[in-house]
């Protein structure tokens, strides 16, 4: 089934990552390339690793998110976003809140409706 058409909210967003490696900085989760190819199209990110690893990115506007969608590596090592959580906050106050929260299976393409 074809998806309707959304705003891409990350557009003009702050990505940042606990490290990066092989170059892969957090920006390019949020160019636009989903293509997910790490030799050819550079899409994706590369954080060092490890059992807290993170990538997160701030919005340049206050928006009402019902969706995210996470595209994964295509190539190879689709299995490191395996366990990872992808969480909605927001800040009330000088408080940052979660509002939601999803763990992600080991795929291609992951998307989570938020209510």
Known sequence: ???PTRADLTQGGIATQDCTTHGGV???AIDGNTDGYW???NSVTHTC???NTWW???LENEAVVSQVDVFNRLDAHSQMLG???VELLRYEGTDLVLVASHSLPSAT???????
């Open 109 to 115: 393409t992951n998307i989570h409706e938020f209510n």
């Open 56 to 58: 997160q990115v701030v």
């Open 1 to 3: 089934p074809t998806r």
């Open 83 to 85: 366990g990872a959580t």
């Open 26 to 28: 957090a920006s390019r």
């Open 49 to 51: 690793g490890g059992a």
């Open 39 to 41: 030799w050819s199209g």
